[in-house]
């Protein structure tokens, strides 16, 4: 019998770039589990993305059967439409979040994942947590730079805070 896990993620940056965060909620069964992190200078669509990579990467299972329930068209459509497979193939030539793209790819392939996309803030309890919860690590001082942000989206200038 396959473990089942349904994932809620949400990922905000303040300023698009600016500081940013994720907000997870996984649910098996009884079992809850939030978790949260941010970053100094980020984007919207990296923090979605890493709010999916950080909620697969909290899974013990190998071969989980996951439902992600996301308000991100970026993420659940590069994964429904295939985009994301042929921009493996491509080598993400000219594209953005390369580093999260592949490290989402190397998750991914650990377990059995289907998306589905739903309206953002449309009084969906999970949802409506996680945005919080991104939204308060978005907040928190001392965030760490996403060095993935410089790298990836041609950003090479230094960024101090």
């Not at 909290?58 to 590069?78: F, G, I, N, R």
């Not at 439409?81 to 999260?100: A, P, T």
């Amino acid at each position: 019998m396959a473990f089942k896990v349904v994932m809620y993620t949400d990922g905000a940056a303040s300023g698009n770039p600016g500081p940013g965060g994720y907000g997870i909620v996984l649910i098996s069964g009884a079992h809850r589990k939030e978790i949260q992190g941010g970053y100094a200078h980020t984007t919207n669509n990296r923090m979605e993305l890493m709010a999916v990579i950080e909620g697969l990467k909290a899974l013990k299972q190998p071969q989980t059967e996951v439902t992600v329930y996301t308000d991100s068209k970026y993420v659940a459509d590069a994964v429904n439409k295939g985009w994301v497979f042929d921009w493996e193939k491509k080598r993400f030539s000219k594209r953005k979040n390369e580093d999260l793209w592949k490290s989402f790819l190397e998750e991914y392939r650990k377990h059995k994942v289907r998306f589905i996309w739903i309206k953002g803030h449309n009084d969906n309890p999970e949802n409506e947590r996680c945005d919080r919860l991104a939204v308060e690590a978005s907040r928190w001082d001392n965030l760490p730079l996403d060095n993935g942000y410089f790298l990836t989206n041609g950003d090479g200038n230094a960024f101090s805070i």
